[in-house]
């Protein structure tokens, strides 16, 4: 009888979804058992039935009321893996749709035969086994590599705790915060490869989020939206670099919960670095930022006097070369911020060096770095250009994120949308994330109208000139 019902029901629902949807999330499905009017089913996982529940619960509560009536119910029988004993076979936990909460906290296996070649991998073309997932790691972003400070100490520990412990440990995740050029992708990658090194049998993988955005664009367009999902699923250690930079793309938001609430389900372990902690970040939805708070948020600071010395010192030692000591001092005193910019000054000096034939000495040193102090322009940010405006303007950047409609703050508003279109690489959909929480197409009206009155209004155009000669000083 249960058999039956639920034939009647597919027939239904072939016709009302995409065939691709159909073969994936329904064909897997197998009635169990008809009590009364109501339905059990088995899926095969927890990230199943929530997907069925958020995506397809109406045309099933549809086709369940046409088959058995209006007090038809549906329950889920999910199969889970029993991590209680050494064998593979399933067990199943019993709940109704919606009245389960428990459930979320089980650790899961995924939803699909690893042995299997029938995903598509999305950084190599046609599928292939998780086994062949290459991690793109960069072997010099090690941990032997990494220079400990009181800049990085917590970081790094929690880190190296992570990598020998992926998924056992509280700080899952593991989020890394901090300015550019301090070291994040470095010590993310530093975990994958130790992870590697001592689980190879684990599946790791490092990947920006603008590369995992683009992927997830390709296979919306390509029709192949679960290929793309099921091979994130597989991952042990997921690597995510620049989460912030999925500020205002929904759609990739949605996918990206959805795959971290699996692995984080299933025990695996997901590493995270933005330039912002948590706290801070703007558009990103709160369901999200509230699950990168789960674990640990460790933030990277300025390098001391001290650090930055020892940086230099182990650079200068890997690449087997010999520099006076005032000269290392010298370069660490006057390059402060940035870890990038000071292994980015010794690579120069040592360039001239080599290619002028010159002796390094502190008058080269002194020579160089005033060249690539004073060709080396601030790097602009949002933030730092809607407080020069709120400043011009004699404004709070409250007031500027507000919702007000008051002229003067909307001129100053679009002001900082036009400075941030022109002089950052952020999308308009960030930029209207970060500006008062706008979308994209108020940011390009807000760039058109300033734009009009730059040719018409000879004040207005002083005005921005005065602007952008403060933001470029």
């Known amino acids: 009888m249960h058999q039956r019902v639920w034939n009647n029901c597919l027939k239904v629902i072939k016709d009302n979804v995409p065939s691709i949807s159909y073969r994936t999330w329904f064909e897997p499905i197998v009635p169990l058992k008809l009590d009364s009017s109501i339905l ?8 199943f039935y929530e997907y069925l529940e958020e995506q397809y619960i109406d045309i099933l509560k549809k086709v369940l009321r046409k088959e058995l009536g209006p007090d038809a119910k549906l329950e889920y029988s999910v199969v889970m893996q029993n991590n209680n004993f050494n064998e593979n076979k399933p067990y199943t936990v019993k709940f109704p ?6 459930i979320k906290n089980k650790p899961v296996p995924v939803p699909l035969d690893p042995e299997e070649a029938t995903i598509k991998n999305p950084f190599v073309i046609p599928g292939i086994k998780k086994l062949n997932i290459d991690p793109r790691l960069n072997p010099s972003y090690s941990f032997t590599n990494f220079v400990e400070g009181e800049c990085n100490r917590l970081a790094r520990s929690a880190g190296y705790a992570v990598a020998n412990n992926p998924g056992g440990t509280a700080f899952n995740p593991l989020l890394i915060y901090g300015d550019s050029g301090l070291g994040k992708t470095h010590l993310a990658q530093a975990i994958g490869i130790e992870v590697k090194e001592k689980f190879p049998e684990k599946t790791v993988l490092y990947v920006n989020a603008n590369k995992f955005q683009t992927q997830f664009v390709d296979s919306v367009r390509n029709n192949n939206k679960n290929d793309f999902l099921h091979f994130y699923q597989m991952i042990d250690v997921l690597i995510i670099d620049d989460v912030h930079e999925f500020a205002g793309k929904e759609k990739t938001q949605d996918t990206f919960f959805h795959i971290f609430n699996h692995l984080h389900q299933s025990g ?3 590493v995270l670095t933005s330039d912002k902690p948590p706290v801070e970040l703007q ?11 789960w674990g640990l948020s460790a933030d990277l600071q300025p390098p001391d006097f001290e650090t930055r010395i020892a940086i230099l010192q182990k650079k ?7 520099m006076p000591e005032d000269v290392i001092e010298y370069i660490a005193t006057h390059i402060s911020d940035n870890i990038r910019e000071l292994e980015g000054a010794l690579i120069s000096l040592l360039a001239q060096s080599t290619l002028n034939k010159k002796e390094i000495t502190l008058d080269l040193a002194h020579e160089m770095i005033d060249k690539l102090i004073k060709n080396t322009k601030r790097e602009i940010s949002i933030d730092y250009i809607q407080k020069v405006v709120c400043n011009y303007f004699n404004i709070g950047v409250e007031q500027l994120q507000s919702k007000t409609r008051k002229r003067e703050i909307v001129q100053a508003r679009q002001v900082a949308m036009f400075f941030s279109k022109t002089l950052t690489k952020a999308s308009l959909a960030n930029i209207g994330s970060q500006i008062g929480g706008k979308d994209h197409a108020t940011v390009l009206h807000a760039c058109k109208t300033v734009n009009n009155l730059l040719e018409t209004d ?8 005065e602007i952008e000669k403060k933001l470029k000083i």
């Open 40 to 47: 059990t089913i088995q899926v095969p996982s927890p990230f």
């Open 97 to 102: 749709a919606r009245n389960s909460k428990d």
């Open 268 to 270: 695996k372990q997901l």
């Open 283 to 293: 558009g990103l939805e709160q369901r999200l930022l509230s699950r990168f708070k």
């Open 316 to 322: 200068i030692y890997n690449d087997g070369i010999e």
């Open 458 to 465: 000879k004040r207005f155009r002083l005005q921005v000139d």
